[in-house]
């Protein structure tokens, strides 16, 4: 079965540095996002991604990030300048609708901020 | 916005049954999802109801009362790796389109 894959699974960083979070989304899907999750909290949503633009964003995606499809495979989140509070798993995710289309998940990339 | 309720925690036997609720308020409805999650997993796609009733696959079942605002994840003969936390999201419609997820029930499954 097809899948979502991400990179790296974890990465540790200074507080202030910047951070590039991968993905290669399924092929054929058409819509991608990042959510993250906070160790012990809920799954939540951070950005939409349709027709190399963003579609929707939550309040968390402030301007400190930004995403980008830089090829025909990738997706990228990129963290400007990290906080401690950015600390969470993020996973990456794809479907081939909106709405009432599943989302596939990757495995997540466990961010540290130290 | 929306507002989804689930229970924080369940224990349940092996071989057992188990019925996890969710209840929502959401101002558009475009339906209901439920996912697994292990421990330091990502999630994955169980069921997915958008009109009243029940959906039944293999183990699983999920129903949907939408007057209500009311689903639940049914789990029959329940096995150890079932083990996990389901987590209860809602599709939105007008405007937004992106589920949201609930905390979560986490279910123990013991021998």
């Known amino acids: 079965e097809p899948e979502v894959t991400q990179t790296p699974s974890h990465q540790v960083t200074q507080m202030g540095q910047e951070v590039i979070l991968r993905c290669v989304p399924i092929s054929n899907h058409l819509y991608f996002y990042w959510y993250r999750q906070i160790l012990g909290q809920k799954v939540e949503f951070l950005v939409s991604f349709y027709n190399n633009e963003i579609s929707e964003k939550s309040e968390i995606f402030d301007d400190q990030f930004s995403v980008e499809r830089p090829d025909g495979s990738n997706f990228t989140l990129k963290i400007r300048s990290t906080k401690l509070e950015d600390s969470a798993m993020y996973f990456c995710?794809?479907?081939?609708?909106?709405?009432?289309?599943?989302?596939?998940f990757g495995s997540g990339t466990q961010l540290s901020v130290l | 916005g929306q507002n989804i309720d689930q229970p924080t925690e369940m224990t349940a036997t092996e071989g057992a049954i188990v019925q996890i609720n969710c209840t929502y308020q959401t101002s558009g409805f475009n339906g209901l999802f439920w996912y697994q999650q292990h421990a330091g997993e990502a999630p994955t796609f169980l069921s997915y109801n958008v009109l009243d009733g029940l959906e039944e696959k293999g183990r699983f079942s999920s129903f949907l009362s939408r007057s209500k605002g009311y689903s639940y994840l049914l789990l029959k003969e329940l096995q150890m790796k079932d083990s996990a936390s389901y987590l209860c999201a809602v599709a939105p419609s007008g405007g937004s389109y992106i589920p949201t997820f609930g905390r979560g029930t986490s279910l123990i499954v013991h021998p």
């Open positions: 995710a794809s479907s081939s609708g909106t709405g009432s289309e599943k989302l596939f």
